[in-house]
């Protein structure tokens, strides 16, 4: 069994844990919020959080198992596949129809149960779920709990007699995270203030317009995209991950008149020929009124991304508007991008990536320090000043399988104040791209002024 901290991490990867600013159901604004479903799609998982819990208490104290419905129903299943001990269910409320049960599964007077809950905040909850199994006839004695919230319920069920078993605190879950670059001092402390009992202040962040965006911006490729935005009432980046010159140019045309940008990986395109890949591609662009945002993701010393920039097969500089770049070889390896707007790769949005907090804070000084970036490519809200372009976006928010996470516009213009976001499979694989693209369009520029 893998130890705490590693077992976390991984859970952490499927967002079982946001922070921000939420709304509970309480009414209470809260600096996090957590949703432990996401671990019942995870198999690997959920058999090692079975494990977990099952560590926390000696199998001869209990001959039952029992799930607080409903997130803790899949874990509490885990548990009793992993132990042997059976399982016991209970239902939110009463069936209206057959037996009527509240409790389903085969139980004797007299048996001590194990209760198995996923969060627990007040405790007040799970006292209202002990007396339903206890007027069986069944004894509940301990509880398992995957994470405190360190808001009383585990020292007010102990009062009333029950011994409480926490896998984790929120406490431990912010420790864990700040060892791991991952959460930042602020957002510690704005927690800890919240468990205090403290008002928690949340900076209210008003997202600039594109029409304020322009005045502020000095690159001339990023005062077009954002020209570009506002005469289309589009903020589109399509993604033309295709592998031949046909595909490429039919798809250009199809989305062009749609569109801010064409995001290309030349390298991929199997039939390369300078003069008839690249001379129809400016021209269709020019037809349409979009900007070629060549996704190269340079990420070598200066002399080496000058060479790959401006000669070889492809000659990037003389048709890229826009060029991807890792901040990882620091800004004096940006120098050589003389013609096109930079866009920072700050962090990405595959699942497990290695852009941690620690690495994007360091890629964004970088960035932020170099007049060739405009902006930069980031899962994360970016400085106002700099131009946000947000990958990984479908009309429903899932992952691919592979390992590919999506967000919607409406999140990514209102929670991470996105400028562009960047659209791939959702529209090049689509039966009808043109169609497809003119969805997209219309859904973000709605996300886009409902932000404002």
């Known amino acids: 069994m893998e130890n705490k901290k590693d077992f976390f991490l991984e859970c952490y990867k499927l967002g079982i844990i946001k922070f921000g600013k939420f709304t509970l159901k309480s009414g209470i604004e809260s600096p996090f919020y957590v949703d432990l479903r996401p671990l019942a799609s995870e198999p690997k998982i959920l058999k090692s959080l079975a494990s977990h819990l099952l560590s926390m208490v000696p199998q001869k104290d209990f001959n039952l198992i029992c799930g607080v419905p409903y997130a803790a129903l899949p874990m509490a299943t885990a548990m009793s596949l992993e132990s042997n001990i059976p399982l016991i269910i ?8 057959g037996t009527k049960k509240l409790i389903e599964g085969i139980y004797q007077k007299g048996q001590s149960c194990l209760l198995v809950e996923d969060i627990i905040t007040s405790g007040k909850s799970l006292l209202e779920t002990i007396p339903e199994i206890e007027n069986k006839g069944v004894k509940v004695s301990d509880i398992v709990v995957v994470l405190d919230r360190e808001q009383g319920g585990k020292a007010f069920l102990e009062s009333k007699g029950y011994r409480v078993h926490t896998l984790f605190t929120i406490t431990e879950v912010c420790e864990i995270l700040r060892e791991s670059h991952l959460l930042e001092e602020q957002e510690i402390i704005r927690i800890k203030d919240f468990l205090k009992g403290n008002p928690v202040k949340f900076e209210e962040k008003k997202r600039r317009s594109y029409e304020e965006k322009l005045k502020l911006t000095e690159h001339k490729a990023g005062k077009k995209i954002l020209e570009i935005a506002i005469e289309k009432q589009s903020n589109l980046i399509a993604s033309a991950d295709v592998i031949t010159t046909k595909e490429l140019l039919d798809l250009a045309d199809k989305v062009g008149p749609h569109i801010v940008a064409l995001k290309t990986h030349i390298d991929v395109i199997t039939d390369f020929d300078f003069d008839k890949t690249i001379l129809p591609l400016k021209d269709i662009a020019k037809k349409h009124n979009f900007l070629l945002m060549e996704d190269r993701k340079f990420a070598d010393i200066g002399s080496t991304q000058e060479l790959q920039y401006s000669y070889g097969t492809y000659r990037i500089s003389f048709w890229a508007d826009l060029i991807t770049s ?3 070889a620091g800004s004096t390896s940006l120098n050589y991008f003389l013609n096109s707007g930079v866009v920072a790769i700050i962090s990405m949005s595959s699942q497990g990536a290695l852009t941690d907090a620690h690495y994007s804070e360091e890629a964004l000084k970088v960035a932020q320090s170099h007049p060739s970036v405009i902006g930069g490519v980031s899962q994360k809200s970016l400085p ?24 919607t516009p409406e999140y990514i213009f209102k929670n991470l104040h996105t400028d562009f976001m960047i659209v791939g499979r959702g529209i090049y694989k689509a039966e009808d791209a043109e169609k497809a693209a003119l969805s997209y369009k219309i859904e973000g520029w709605k996300a886009y002024s409902d932000s404002l």
């Open 384 to 407: 106002e000043e700099m131009l946000h372009f947000t990958p990984g976006v479908s009309l429903s928010n899932k992952c691919d399988g592979k390992g590919q996470q999506y967000n």
């Open 326 to 328: 890792h901040m990882i």
């Open 90 to 97: 209970k239902r939110k409320e009463a069936k209206a129809y």
